[in-house]
């Protein structure tokens, strides 16, 4: 017979194996139509806005055979505004940068949900969807990005076909989960960021091929369709809306920080040329910050100023562009164009 101490070390060896394997193959929030999903309808009542602007870098239709080109399918564009059925196709590990009218703060909930147009087939099972995935990063400057920590529990012992649908549940914080109409959501908390300016959506290259595939935040290999050699291969970009947002907003221009203080800004104009002087006049003398980005996220200008400065513009490129000022705690932000 056993001894009580070996048969406690018996106990406590199945007990881990047992909560190991219940990790490894978890279930994540169903689909939309299914109790406890995640799912954010694009008519929900806590959508408060979309994005504004996008920079697109598109990539290949199959990775593996570079010969046929690039995707082709939707323009930068289609990925603005309210989810309809447009979309613009990223390619296999294709990017997209998308900015806001606002910046998304870090509030209850989730804080901005991701769309893209995947679908279920005639005779699938609950849960199971044509699902082509994308890895999620946000920035607080439209600079630095920081990734949300994704899982992939779908097996990799048999590729995911260029038509085959997979289980929504086995994979979490990555966007294209569920069908159109429907986004994925994601909450600031988990990165302890306050507010964000970007979101960088990065296409996951299905394959179980380690030359190209894509991994989740635990070394996994993402399995999703591939390949897709087609003008609208990857990630399907659809939509980004920000959640919760709305006791933050005044107007177009003005924002409320983390601690409701706001900051009066007189900016003008909204379009000039190259050459012409943009003038920002602030009430008080307090030491502030002006940073100006492009949609690529890249900084084209920064200066320390008081109460009033005048900037003039010089070759910029035609296009639009975000100004910020920062003063203390309290944020101001808006966009002007170079035309």
């Known amino acids: 017979m056993l001894a009580g101490k070996q048969k406690f070390f018996i106990v406590i060896l199945k007990l881990s194996c047992f909560f190991y394997t219940q990790n490894l193959f978890s279930q994540f929030a169903p689909g939309p139509d299914q109790l406890n999903t995640s799912a954010i309808f694009r008519n929900d009542a806590s959508i408060s806005f979309w994005a504004d602007s996008v920079f697109l870098k598109r990539s290949w239709q199959n990775i593996s055979d570079t010969s046929i080109g690039k995707t082709t399918v939707g323009v930068a564009e289609d990925a603005l505004g309210k989810s309809d059925a447009k979309f613009v196709s990223l390619g296999d590990a294709g990017e997209a940068i998308l900015h806001f009218p606002f910046p998304i703060y870090n509030e209850i909930g989730n804080d901005f949900a991701v769309f893209e147009n995947g679908f279920s087939q005639n005779g699938d099972e609950a849960n199971f969807y044509f699902m082509e995935l994308a890895t999620v990063e946000v920035s607080e400057n439209g600079i630095d990005f920081i990734a949300f920590e994704s899982t992939s529990n779908i097996d990799t012992n048999v590729q995911v076909g260029s038509f085959s649908t997979t289980n929504c549940t086995k994979v979490n914080n990555l966007a294209g989960k569920y069908p159109l109409h429907y986004g994925t959501p994601f909450d600031l ?151």
Do not use: C, H, M
Not at 286 to 296: A, G, R
């Open 189 to 339: 908390e988990e990165l302890g960021l306050d507010s964000i300016i970007s979101i960088k959506i990065v296409d996951v290259v299905g394959s179980i091929n380690t030359l190209y595939a894509s991994f989740d935040s635990q070394g996994n290999k993402i399995n999703d369709p591939f390949p897709t050699p087609f003008p609208s291969s990857g990630f399907d970009l659809n939509a980004i809306a920000a959640l919760n947002q709305k006791n933050k907003i005044i107007d177009t221009t003005l924002f409320i920080s983390s601690r409701n203080e706001t900051l009066n800004i007189n900016f003008y104009p909204s379009s000039l040329k190259n050459g012409e002087y943009i003038y920002i006049k602030t009430e008080n003398f307090e030491q502030k910050k002006l940073l100006i980005f492009n949609t690529l996220g890249e900084k084209v200008f920064t200066k320390r100023f008081t109460k009033n400065i005048k900037w003039q513009v010089n070759n910029l490129a035609n296009g639009i562009y975000y100004l910020q000022v920062y003063e203390n705690r309290s944020f101001f932000s808006s966009k002007f164009i170079v035309n």
